[in-house]
């Protein structure tokens, strides 16, 4: 068993596609459109294109238990999921650069360095770097 494909819930897909493109460098794979304006977008890491699969899901549009769960995550600061990097000062500079705002800057917590961001479509999404 292996796992394939993440979901994030977005609101806006489009918006969220040039979010995890544009800054986060994320690379788009599958965009087919499912019906009702809603597509199937998946998106990989640029260093492992063979790895998991993100999916942009718009859950929250059309789930409305979806997007309670997820206002409830964000407002109480807990991250959507994490993102695995191998400096999370780089990225964190990197991000604060293209305007992505953070609401923890990167923090030592024992044998891990992590930081949290706002990903614009709902979610707080954690950077983590393994010491």
């Not at 492992?48 to 409830?72: C, M, R, T």
């Not at 990225?91 to 930081?115: D, M, Q, W």
Request: charged residues 25%; proline residues 6%.
């Amino acid at each position: 068993m292996k796992v394939s494909l993440i979901s994030i819930p977005v609101r806006d897909q489009e918006k969220a596609l040039r979010f995890y493109t544009e800054k986060l460098g994320f690379l788009k794979k599958k965009d087919e459109p499912v019906g009702g304006g809603n597509r199937w977008l998946t998106l990989v890491s640029k260093e492992w294109q063979d790895g998991p699969e993100i999916l942009l899901e718009p859950a929250p549009n059309h789930f409305e238990p979806s997007k309670v769960y997820q206002d409830a995550l964000m407002r109480a600061g807990i991250p959507w999921t994490q993102f695995d990097v191998k400096d999370v000062d780089t990225y964190y500079e990197r991000l604060s650069s293209l305007g992505v705002e953070f609401s923890v800057t990167p923090t030592e917590t024992g044998s891990f360095k992590i930081a949290i961001f706002n990903d614009t479509c709902g979610n707080n999404i954690q950077l983590v770097e393994q010491l």
